[in-house]
């Protein structure tokens, strides 16, 4: 082992070449924890919009921003956050995200105007984004090859706890403390974070200097944001609309500007030379069909436990976290004896599977608790096994220096893909009596399906290339 002096005096021990470090605790820690508070702020808001908008009576449709704000912004900036982490070093953007996404929600907390609320909300999402593909990449970078499988699996299992406790948890915060407690709830989480970053995180040497981008990361948030966008609010505003056609070809054009430029700049602002493995790229496909996947089913099976099943907030939060709870469940103990593209393939067929016994209207207006339990277990299941699948992939098919940009680019797929599942949804839900809910509920789950089915089949066709010892190239392993 040698030695190596970091920037802020301290020492620490360098792996010597060709050998890779252990799982280190301290940053498993940091990278679950940055996950958890992400995905957890992201599952428990949509149950206060009800409480948001007796608060704001007048805003209308306006306060739709406050999850649709959020998901922009986290999408827009997932890849170049990644990027950033790889470039500037991952303690550095660790303590901003934390930073701020500790600030915006003491904002939301205290806001008084949909306005603010709304900025707020942007904000959060983009602390998020710095978080979740830095706190991943910091943890991988270096570990050998069965140290990294445990790493994955924790967090998988952590973004899947978050979304089992998250439904719950909030309803009980709304239900005894209000809305704002929701935001406030995040600050003590940050502030331990935000500690574990500064012990635990290496003030190391970034992997590359210099900044990325700017104009390039400037058009990918941009674009990305105003596709989210145009998808999220086209069935307000009417997808033949000329605001909503506008947003959403101006976001293309963009969002092509950032590729065209990424293709040749010395630091892009997205990595697409990663796409030249096949693998990785149709990781990111199948992530945005898991996404269009998971989205849709986290909105519509609340919807249709309070409407149809006429359930209040408290039963159904804890009826969805049962679908949170086999997701962690699998996502902590599979990959153990599997190879990654075989994850995804039955991960993504489970949930298909879950969604086309849904769609054969099996699940009716009476009430069968062991036919919703079966279900929930299984679609949580196909998406814990998917999403460890995916993160595996990601792993075993970007260079160690780029592995956050991987993370992040994969992360974007998913966040693109949940806007346009929101999207559906939000179209194909529109009426307002019992009998068109559920029969329309039954017409969506059949989409889904037919979109998972195919990804599914692209999982299959993932040829993940064996590792070349000594080599940090596409294709390798970290």
């Not at 449709?61 to 999408?75: M, Q, R």
């Not at 979740?132 to 069965?146: G, N």
């Not at 966040?415 to 809910?437: N, W, Y």
Request: hydrophobic letters at 55%.
């Amino acid at each position: 082992m040698t030695r190596a002096r970091h920037s802020n005096g301290r020492t620490r021990h360098a792996a010597a070449p060709g050998r890779q470090r252990e799982m280190p605790a301290g940053v498993l820690l940091i990278a679950c924890g940055a996950t958890f508070l992400g995905f957890l702020d992201s599952a428990i808001v949509t149950l206060a919009y009800s409480a948001i908008a007796a608060r704001f009576p007048a805003a209308g449709s306006e306060l739709t921003w406050i999850v649709s704000g959020y998901a922009a912004s986290f999408a827009a900036l997932l890849a170049t956050a990644g990027r950033l982490a790889d470039t500037l070093g991952h303690r550095r953007v660790l303590i901003w995200g934390v930073a701020g996404f500790a600030l915006a929600s003491a904002t939301c907390a205290v806001a008084s105007s949909t306005g603010v609320l709304i900025g707020a909300r942007v904000v959060q999402g983009a602390a998020a984004a710095l978080l979740l593909p830095t706190a991943l990449s910091a943890l991988l970078v270096d570990l050998a090859p069965p140290a990294a499988g445990r790493a994955i699996r924790a967090w998988a299992a952590t973004g899947a706890l978050a979304a089992a406790i998250g439904p719950t948890v909030g309803a009980v915060l709304v239900d005894v403390w209000g809305w704002r407690s929701l935001f406030v709830i995040n600050l003590p989480i940050c502030a331990v974070l935000l500690i574990g970053v500064l012990v635990a995180i290496p003030a190391s040497t970034p992997h590359r200097r210099g900044a990325p981008d700017v104009p390039g990361a400037l058009l990918l948030c941009g674009g990305i944001g105003a596709v989210v966008a145009a998808i999220t609010e086209g069935h307000d505003w009417g997808y033949s609309a000329p605001l909503t056609l506008t947003l959403f070809v101006a976001g293309v054009l963009a969002a092509a500007g950032a590729v065209w430029r990424s293709r040749s700049h010395e630091r892009p602002a997205l990595e697409v030379r990663l796409w030249r493995n096949h693998a990785y790229a149709l990781s990111n496909a199948v992530n945005a069909c898991l996404g269009c996947a998971m989205f849709a089913v986290l909105l519509a099976t609340p919807q249709f436990l309070q409407l149809v099943w006429r359930m209040n907030l408290l039963t159904a939060a804890g009826c969805i976290g049962l679908l949170g709870v086999s997701a962690m469940v699998s996502a902590a103990v599979c990959g153990r004896g599997g190879g990654a593209r075989w994850l995804c393939t039955a991960g993504m067929g489970l949930v298909a599977a879950g969604c086309l016994v849904f769609a054969t209207g099996a699940v009716g207006p009476n009430r069968n608790w062991m036919l919703w339990s079966l279900l929930a277990v299984v679609l949580g299941a196909g998406v814990g096994v998917t999403v460890t699948g995916l993160s595996m992939v990601t792993a075993a098919t970007v260079p160690a220096t780029s592995i956050g940009a991987g993370l992040g680019m994969g992360l974007t797929a998913r966040q693109t893909g949940g806007a346009l599942g929101v999207a559906v949804l939000s179209a194909m839900l529109s009426t307002s009596t019992r009998q068109q809910f559920l029969a329309t509920l039954h017409h969506l789950f059949l989409v889904i399906a037919l979109i998972v089915a195919t990804s599914a089949a692209v999982s299959a066709a993932m040829v993940i290339p064996a590792r070349r010892p000594g080599r940090d190239t596409i294709g390798t392993s970290t």
